[in-house]
């Protein structure tokens, strides 16, 4: 995807939240922190040889029924024995919009900072930013999504991630 189609797809779902989020509240009583939702994901996988340790916190405010925008952070530790230690932290920025009760679109702009050490390779320690821009869509019940998203920025070459595509699980509270 070119630079300037990838802007025009950000500019135009940022047209698509901000007309959302803007729109009247008919309950003017309504305060920051009744809008504000918690959640975020914990990781733990343990395999031959291996430990993957996720944590993930994230908040949201809700401008309104259909438009919520928000932060989370993530640190992440995982170890290969007698190969590689791996820490990658950083955070991200995601917006979420119903246009219907069951339906949530969202667009999360990730940025992690990735500090890998081998232990028996050529290489001592590979050191960079990974950036990725997920636009998903699940189906919605309660404070629960479920779904797929897609990062458009991948690249089989320089990334964290195997694959484009990934499936989620977004719970809120």
């Given at each position: 995807?070119?630079?300037?189609?990838?802007?025009?797809?950000?500019?135009?779902?940022?047209?698509?939240?901000?007309?959302?989020?803007?729109?009247?509240?008919?309950?003017?009583?309504?305060?920051?922190?009744?809008?504000?939702?918690?959640?975020?994901?914990?990781?733990?996988?343990?395999?031959?040889?291996?430990?993957?340790?996720?944590?993930?916190?994230?908040?949201?405010?809700?401008?309104?029924?259909?438009?919520?925008?928000?932060?989370?952070?993530?640190?992440?530790?995982?170890?290969?024995?007698?190969f590689y230690t791996s820490h990658l932290y950083g955070g991200s920025i995601i917006g979420l919009v119903n246009p219907i009760q069951e339906i949530q679109l969202s667009a999360e702009l990730e940025?992690?900072?990735?500090?890998?050490?081998?232990?028996?390779?050529?290489?001592?320690?590979?050191?960079?930013?990974?950036?990725?821009?997920?636009?998903?869509?699940?189906?919605?019940?309660?404070?629960?999504?479920?779904?797929?998203?897609?990062?458009?920025?991948?690249?089989?070459?320089?990334?964290?991630?195997?694959?484009?595509?990934?499936?989620?699980?977004?719970?809120?509270?």
């Amino acid at each position: 995807m070119k630079i300037n189609s990838l802007k025009k797809h950000i500019a135009l779902i940022a047209l698509v939240i901000f007309q959302f989020a803007f729109s009247q509240d008919s309950n003017p009583k309504n305060n920051f922190w009744n809008k504000v939702q918690f959640g975020g994901g914990l990781g733990l996988g343990f395999g031959n040889n291996s430990t993957n340790i996720s944590v993930a916190p994230s908040a949201i405010y809700n401008f309104n029924e259909k438009v919520a925008l928000g932060v989370g952070i993530q640190y992440s530790y995982i170890r290969q024995k007698d190969f590689y230690t791996s820490h990658l932290y950083g955070g991200s920025i995601i917006g979420l919009v119903n246009p219907i009760q069951e339906i949530q679109l969202s667009a999360e702009l990730e940025e992690l900072r990735v500090n890998t050490d081998f232990d028996n390779s050529s290489l001592t320690s590979d050191n960079f930013w990974n950036t990725a821009l997920f636009l998903g869509a699940g189906y919605k019940t309660n404070n629960a999504t479920i779904g797929v998203r897609y990062n458009v920025l991948h690249n089989d070459n320089n990334n964290i991630y195997t694959t484009a595509f990934m499936p989620f699980v977004r719970v809120y509270f």
